[in-house]
């Protein structure tokens, strides 16, 4: 008997096979392939360099589609590493069957699949960033008995020609709606896409960032999405990125997730959401207040803050966009429904409100008491982080925080109700840690912490090694500070790292 439920999936193998991506297997793939004529098969997978290879195969035969979803191939993970020799280069990709998609842009029918990389012995390739990520979640699963959701809300600036009807107001662009929004059509195409291919959605709309120069427009969005677990809320902003790209390409405009498109507009910030899950329970509640364990999971997130921004702002431009009195944080401090700290604590539905009755008289028993969307939101990432390891390093600091002495206090006397930019607040404000000012300052908390993240294996000495290199490498010291009124220059160095990541 078909399951209904099923009906209100996107993803059209899971309308067919009529069961959760996350149950399928081998032999579902392959009855999807043959019973819906696809006739190539992709595999995808992030190398160093953050972005979605792929590996094409046209399905020829029966059993070499057999083959290739049971053994893998054969891939040089010296091209697609730097740490990798290459006189021992050969790596293993092998399909995740619960990653597959139809690929909405091949005329060719065709399904896609994220794949995990494999060493010459057939185990997981420890530098892998997916397998960084999985390690991590793993070892907090056994150590704590939470499993970790994460959600990231995704936003990007388009560039386009400059509309003359409905020209941009200068940084008012907040839920815009068409025709006001010259590229809504792109964001609702994106989430339509994005949903095809098993990305979960929580919603879209049109962000603060809105300017013109004298011949093309800038315009910002976000699409947000539904908290999951961990690894699969990496592969779905993974998966929304390449689709957003597309899209730019298909209608000629340019989309970057970059975290600073001009000094004085707003950035675009890659904000992750996060709550811990026991027997289908938030945990991040006590009653109507914040739990100990999301205080505590804060402090590992305080403590940890400024080598975060190794995975989480990776490139010179990210630390104009983490610059004082803007909504973007530069002092380790948190609080509730406070944009201006690092750690923001938003409105959960804590139950006890009947809202929906009130508004619709006819529904006033309505009742949703007890149930909880309390999240902990960490706003210092932006687009050029690097996600699996980002991800991962915010599951090791969560780890930590629950396991650290003296989490409770320290949560306590970084917590902020006030606008800390305030004059009043200036005492306050010079007594908090403050974010790195440049990517040589995040290699330095990087190089001071690195024990933490190295700690039980989960982020190899190799990979530590790299990131602390390639920040340092900018040299980067001060450069705010040398490029203030240099608008030529500032520009040079955006469109260098337009699309970093």
């Known amino acids: 008997m078909k399951d209904n439920s099923f009906s209100f999936r996107a993803n059209p193998l899971e309308q067919y096979l009529q069961k959760a991506s996350k149950d399928f297997t081998r032999d579902d793939i392959i009855r999807f392939i043959t019973g819906n004529g696809i006739k190539m098969l992709n595999f995808r ?129 907040y839920h815009s709606a068409s025709p006001f929004s010259n590229y809504e059509f792109i ?44 690894e699969d809320a990496v592969d779905q902003l993974i998966l929304a990125k390449w689709i957003l790209r597309q899209l730019g390409e298909k209608y000629a405009v340019n989309i970057s997730f970059a975290p600073k498109i001009t000094v004085g507009k707003a950035g675009s910030g890659l904000h992750v959401h996060m709550y811990l899950e026991k027997d289908g329970k938030n945990a991040m509640v006590e009653g109507k207040q914040l739990s100990e364990t999301a205080k505590r999971m804060i402090a590992g997130l305080m403590d940890l803050a400024g080598p975060l921004t190794a995975f989480g702002n990776t490139i010179p431009t990210s630390y104009l966009r983490l610059v004082p009195h803007q909504e973007a944080p530069t002092n380790i401090c948190w609080g509730d429904r406070n944009r201006s700290v690092l750690v923001r604590v938003p409105l959960g539905w804590l139950g006890g409100m009947n809202m929906v009755g009130d508004a619709n008289p006819l529904d006033k ?109 900018y040299n980067d010291q001060g450069l705010s500070e040398r490029l203030y009124g240099k608008t030529d220059e500032i520009r040079t160095l955006v469109y260098k790292y337009l699309h970093h990541m």
């Open 187 to 230: 964001r609702l195409e994106a989430m339509d896409l994005i949903a095809r291919c098993g990305g979960r959605i929580k919603y879209g709309h049109s962000e603060v960032g809105n300017f013109n120069t004298d011949a093309e427009s800038f315009e910002q969005h976000e699409i947000e999405f539904l908290p999951i677990d961990v």
């Open 45 to 173: 997978y992030v190398a160093e360099d953050g972005k979605l290879k792929i590996l094409n195969f046209i399905n020829h035969s029966l059993e070499y589609l057999e083959t290739i979803l049971s053994t893998g191939e054969r891939v040089d993970g010296s091209s697609l590493f730097s740490y990798i020799e290459a006189s021992a280069s050969d790596l293993y990709v092998i399909p995740r069957f619960s990653t597959a998609y139809v690929n909405p842009f091949s005329i060719i029918p065709t399904l896609d699949i994220f794949c995990s990389f494999y060493n010459n012995q057939g185990l997981p390739l420890e530098t892998a960033p997916e397998y960084i990520l999985r390690k991590a979640h793993k070892l907090f699963k056994e150590r704590t008995g939470f499993t970790f959701k994460a959600m990231g809300e995704l936003e990007y600036y388009v560039q386009g020609k400059k509309e003359e009807l409905y020209p941009a107001e200068d940084q008012k662009g």
């Open 365 to 473: 028993n309505l009742n949703y008491e007890g149930v909880s969307k309390q999240t902990i939101e960490i706003r210092s990432p932006d687009g050029s982080a690097d996600l699996y390891h980002l991800f991962a390093g915010l599951v090791v600091a969560s780890l930590h925080g629950l396991e650290m002495e003296g989490g409770l206090q320290k949560a306590e006397s970084l917590y902020v109700d006030v606008n800390i930019f305030r004059p009043e607040n200036k005492r306050r404000l010079d007594m908090l840690e403050k974010l790195p000012d440049c990517c040589y300052g995040s290699a330095g908390m990087l190089e001071k912490r690195r024990e933490i993240f190295e700690k039980d294996g989960i982020f190899p000495v190799k990979t530590i090694d790299s990131f602390i290199r390639k920040l340092r490498s």
